[in-house]
C-alpha cells in the first residue's frame, strides 16, 4: 500500500494515520479545522482542509490508486448524508481511489429489543442519524458499482478511549435509565477500532460488511458506572424510563431506547485481527489516566 488518503483525519483518523507513518506509507489527511490540520502536518502529514458542506468550496482532489477511508459524520438534521454525497460528487470527475472503506455505524439496525445482529441483518434504522448513514453507505456503494471500485463498510458501535470517556454526564450526575429497564448496548475501543480499519483495508474485499465491537455488550448504565468507578467518581441516579424521557436529552435517549447484541465474529474471523482491548475493564484501565488528567486540569 503506497498511498492513503484519510477524509476526516480526526480521534480514528490520526490512530489510522499514525500507524501507517510508521510503515513509511504517504497519508494524506483531510479535516475542516486549520489548527488541526497544522498539527498533522508538524508531525509529516500532507493535508487538505474542507468542511464537505459546500460541494462548491471542496478544493480539487487526486484520489487516484489511493486506498480512501471517509471517516466524515453525517451533518445534523435530514435523513441523508450531504456531505458523503458532497464527496462523491467531486471524486467522480477525477481518477479513482484503488479502495474505499466507509466507517459507518450499527445505527444502521433498527432497535431490536435486545436481539442479535449479524451484517445480514435488515438494516431498518429507528433514528435519523441511522438514516443518513445508511444513505452514505448506499451513495458509496451507488459509486463503487459505477466506477468499479471496491466498497468496504465498517458498522461501528460506540466508541470509547483516551479523551472518550462520558466525563460531562458523570460528573455532572445528569441521570441514567435503572438498570433493569436498560438494554444492551456495545462498544469498540479506538485503538481497537483504528487495527480493524487498517485490516479491513488490507484484507476486505468489495461488498465486504464487517460488525464492529469488543464482543462484550453491556447495557450503558452499566457502562456509565463502570467508567465512574474507574474515575473514582460518584456514580449517576438513576430514574424509570417514564422519567428519562422528561428529563434526558433527545441523543442519551435515543442511545439507552436502542438496544441490540452486535455479533462481531465475521470482524474476527476474516479479518483476522486480535482485538488489544477485549473487555470494557481492559479498555478503561488503558483509558483512565487521561481522563484523570483532564479532570485534574
Known sequence: ???????????IGERIA??????????????????????????????????LDDLTAIPALNLADMVLFYLVPPPGGGIAD?????????????????KIVYMSATSVYSGLDGDVV?????????????????????????????????IIILRVSG???????????ISQGQPLLNE???GPSN???????????????????????????????????????ACADALG??????????EARRVMSPLMLSYVSQTRIVDNRKMLERLKVKLRYESLTEGLAAAVPDSKDRLAK
Open 18 to 51: 499514525r500507524s501507517y507513518m510508521e510503515s513509511e506509507v504517504e497519508v494524506t489527511c483531510l479535516v475542516r479545522s486549520p489548527e488541526l490540520a497544522s498539527r498533522l502536518e508538524s508531525v509529516g502529514f500532507t493535508t487538505v482542509i474542507s468542511s
Open 233 to 242: 467518581l460518584p456514580r449517576q441516579p438513576q430514574v424509570a424510563l417514564d
Open 159 to 169: 466508541i470509547y478511549g483516551p479523551g472518550r470517556l462520558p466525563l460531562m454526564q
Open 1 to 11: 500500500m503506497a498511498k492513503v488518503f484519510i477524509a476526516g483525519c480526526g480521534y
Open 118 to 150: 449479524t451484517e445480514e441483518s435488515p438494516t431498518n434504522p429507528d433514528s435519523a442519524m441511522g438514516k443518513r448513514r445508511l444513505d452514505a453507505e448506499n451513495a458509496f456503494r451507488e459509486y463503487g458499482a459505477a466506477q468499479d471500485v471496491p
Open 187 to 225: 462498544r469498540i475501543h479506538a485503538d481497537d477500532l483504528a487495527t480493524v480499519s487498517i485490516a479491513a483495508a488490507e484484507n476486505g474485499v468489495d461488498g465486504d460488511i464487517f460488525n464492529v465491537s469488543d464482543g462484550h455488550p453491556s447495557s450503558m448504565t452499566s457502562y456509565f458506572n
Open 82 to 98: 450531504s456531505r458523503a454525497r458532497n464527496f462523491i460528487a467531486q471524486i467522480s470527475a477525477t481518477k479513482k481511489p484503488a
Open 180 to 182: 433493569n429497564e436498560s
